[in-house]
């Protein structure tokens, strides 16, 4: 069964509310379960934000068990650091485009395994996969416009937070993939 996730945007440094949160959940002894956006590629509207809430805002995704206990780390450090939780969504999920690659069957077969191997919660959507195999490129060329077998596929990775995240994580560090960043589903 797919986690629950909110989304807590809330107004302050950035630098100084990871901290302040990652040290508050640790000192609770939670070690998993929330994310800052910052740094991961997840598309937030950043300068939309900034003008809209009149200043540096920073995303914090949670499952829903723990969202008591962040909202009430940033209340405790409002007064001395400025921090104000501005607004909360749920999420229904995540979601991400991609598009990949590869003359080489092997690389193919490791991109479609990455594909077929995705955590619970977390689907493939559009996903249109071609194989193609030219007999008359079969000669190796040193530069050959054609090749004897090409992989492509485009589709989009949905489904549960933390999972998106992670397959989001692991496809872009293949040369072969190119991703979009993560959407958020409210």
Do not use: W
């Amino acid at each position: 069964m797919a986690k629950s996730y909110y989304e807590l945007i809330i107004r302050g440094d950035d630098k100084r509310l990871l901290a302040y949160v990652e040290g508050f959940m640790r000192g609770k002894g939670v070690r998993s379960g929330y994310f800052f956006t910052s740094g991961l590629p997840v598309d937030i509207g950043h300068l939309r934000e900034r003008v809209k809430y009149h200043g540096e805002v920073v995303h914090v995704l949670c499952e829903a068990p723990l969202r008591a206990a962040v909202e009430s780390a940033v209340k405790q450090a409002s007064e001395s650091f400025g921090f104000d939780v501005v607004e909360t969504r749920k999420l229904k999920g995540a979601g991400f485009r991609f598009e990949c690659s590869t003359a080489n069957r092997k690389v193919a077969g490791e991109l479609k395994r990455a594909l077929a191997r995705l955590p619970e919660g977390v689907r493939l959507a559009d996903y249109e996969p071609e194989e193609i195999v030219d007999k008359d490129a079969a000669v190796v060329e040193v530069y050959s416009p054609a090749h004897p077998y090409e992989f492509r596929a485009k589709g989009a990775v949905t489904g549960d937070v933390a999972g998106v995240l992670r397959v989001r994580a692991k496809l872009g560090e293949n040369e072969f993939f190119r991703c979009q960043d993560v959407t958020l589903h409210h």
